[in-house]
């Protein structure tokens, strides 16, 4: 509760950059040439991803579809976590058990769940990229370009259908900026925010991608 609250007061960014930071503090020396021996903190991951779900809350119900896909897999993967802490505490071993277990591509597994989760935060970390780089742009247009780099390639008909329904009710550009920045705040510190928010996480979100890829979950699609 008392994180619930601290977000709140503040600006989600601030919050994801905390978070990201920590997490490279406490990150384990010599981990980076072995992906099998990578470790990926499950809570702190859990953590980013419903930060994700307040930034896309501010763009408002457009982004539903994509907020309830976010939501379910962080409670997939926050369950098995909950169910035994000290093992699941790496999102690595999640992935290694399901993968020895012949369970990872199959049903509602917390692998498929961590691949979508990855790909909705590579989605964030362009459309944020994009809003700052080019505020006077159409935010329409920023959101079709961050999803046709991010999430596309891996939807299906239905998805992207659904997709292209959402995308006429985005608000603009000024608007989704003004949600973003703390009260008495200014673009200038938005932006650095930002800035500093896609250096931690882009290159966390391509060490997660590694791992992925090492357990053949990166060519996974949806219907």
Known sequence: MKRAREIEKGSEIKSAIEELSVLIKLKPAGDNHDRTTVHIPTRP??????????V??????????????????????????????????????ILKKEADEGNAKKGASCSKASVWLARSLDFTAALLQSLVADPDQKMEQLVEESYKITLKPWHGWISSAAYKVALKLVPDSKTLTNLLMPKDETYDTLKEDVQ????????????????????????????
């Open 56 to 93: 896309l809350d501010k763009i408002g119900p457009t982004m539903a579809v994509l907020r309830q896909d976010i939501d379910q897999n962080i409670q997939r993967l926050k369950m098995l976590c909950d169910s035994d802490p000290s093992t699941y505490s790496n999102l690595v071993e």
């Open 196 to 223: 500093t928010l896609t250096s931690l996480l882009v290159p966390f979100l391509e060490e997660i991608h590694s791992v992925l890829i090492l357990y053949g979950l990166d060519r996974l699609k949806s219907t």
């Open 45 to 54: 991951f859990i953590y980013v991803c419903n930060l994700v779900i307040q």
